[in-house]
């Protein structure tokens, strides 16, 4: 279901990078007690990177530059960090390259 | 002739300040009683210190170190001599050292082949490629002499991929069954042992796990015994509340956009 959600947030959010949007994620907290949870992010399927850890079940940031994002949380605590969740994306699409490019020579009237 | 002496049973050890034990014991059936001795020693059956209790059944021995086992007996001495001696019971006096807990990652151990470390994007963890070889050696600094338990964050998927041999310095290696329930998902459990390498596996969980270990520089070594048994971090530590466990994977994940 989720997976489903995540394809399609790509498609409305093909939007331009100069809008200014607050991105929030939310998560279930899990029962045990934990120290916080880390919020990992890849951009244009490179490996994951940690973004931030908040002891919250969310996290909002602003908009970051084009490029398709997938974002996914851990929890953890003093002994480990669990698996990662599953994943939600989205993506900030940047313009299309101009094509066709031609060149006309103009020549002054003498 | 030797008198028949009644059973002595020690019935109670119990600590009555720190390192001193009271002990207390059923009188002899015989008669002609003189005076009971209660008879210690650090080794079982070797009783190299003993007191005199007269006719009291019971007696507190004081003054003993911090984190020893001391194994206790008693006899009673008659004119026609003295008894067997009674059975025997043992107590051990807790450290008295503040709580450590060591983490060791095995990013931070020595391995040698066929052990290897890989990472799996979400892990690093060491494994050996092939059975009874190969080491992990971790070199952890203990800051006191002390009792300690280690746990270890394993992942055993299946009955063929949950065991180490484990030893400690130049002590003998124990096998150390990692798991009684097999799962797909990274946990800790204790370092066990079942009291020797060539012990049948009838006898894992059998040691209590304990590592006596001294202030300093030690090694704690890990050796393949099944292949793929992955091993991710251990845990030392000289407090028994500790539980330590990997959280759960959180859920329901969701992104929303506002402008």
């Known amino acids: 279901m989720w997976r489903c959600i995540a394809l399609a947030l790509l498609i409305p959010l093909s939007v331009s990078a100069q809008s200014i949007f607050l991105h929030r994620l939310n998560w279930n907290p899990v029962p045990e007690v934990v120290s916080g949870y880390k919020v990992y992010r890849s951009l244009n399927s490179a490996p994951f990177f940690l973004m931030d850890s908040t002891t919250n079940t969310n996290y909002t940031f602003t908009n970051t530059a084009a490029g398709i994002y997938r974002y996914r949380v851990t929890s953890y605590n003093p002994f480990g960090e669990s ?25 002054p009237i003498p | ?16 300040y720190s ?11 015989s008669s002609g009683i003189t005076e009971y001795i209660v ?21 507190t021995i004081p003054g003993l170190p911090d984190g020893f086992r001391y194994y206790f007996v008693v006899t009673a001495k008659g004119s026609g001599g003295e008894s ?14 503040p709580p450590v807990q060591i983490l060791l990652e095995v990013a931070s151990a020595i391995l040698e082949p066929p052990f290897v ?20 050696r971790f070199f952890p600094t203990f800051p006191f002499l002390d009792e300690y338990v280690i746990w270890a964050a394993v992942l055993s998927e299946n009955e063929g ?40 596996i009838e006898s894992s969980h059998a040691i209590d796990p304990r590592f006596f270990i001294v202030s300093g520089p030690n090694e704690i070594r890990f050796r393949g015994r099944e292949q793929g048994t992955k091993l991710k971090a251990i845990l030392i530590t ?22």
């Open chain 1, 83 to 107: 698996l990662p969740s599953q994943e939600v994306a989205t993506g900030t699409l940047r313009p299309s390259t101009p094509t066709n490019v031609t060149l006309q020579v103009i020549i």
């Open chain 2, 1 to 16: 002739m030797r008198y028949s002496w009644g059973l002595i049973a020690l019935l109670f050890v119990s600590t009555a």
């Open chain 2, 19 to 29: 390192a001193s034990v009271s002990l207390s014991w059923d009188a002899s059936t």
């Open chain 2, 39 to 59: 008879k210690y020693g650090a080794v079982p059956g070797v009783y190299t210190a003993q007191e005199s209790a007269g006719m009291a059944t019971s007696k």
């Open chain 2, 84 to 97: 067997d001696v009674s059975n025997e019971v043992s107590y051990r006096q807790s450290f008295s050292n």
């Open chain 2, 117 to 136: 470390l890989v990472s799996d994007g979400s892990y690093t963890y060491a494994v050996s490629t092939n059975e009874d070889v190969g080491f992990c």
């Open chain 2, 161 to 200: 991929t949950d065991s180490f041999y484990v030893s400690q310095d130049s002590h003998p290696e124990d096998v150390y069954d990692t798991v009684r329930l097999w799962t797909p998902a990274w946990q800790w459990t204790m370092i066990n042992g079942r009291g020797g390498i060539d012990k049948p």
């Open chain 2, 238 to 259: 000289n407090d028994r509340s500790v539980v330590p466990i990997y959280p759960s994977t959180p859920t329901n994940l969701t992104l929303t956009l506002e402008r």
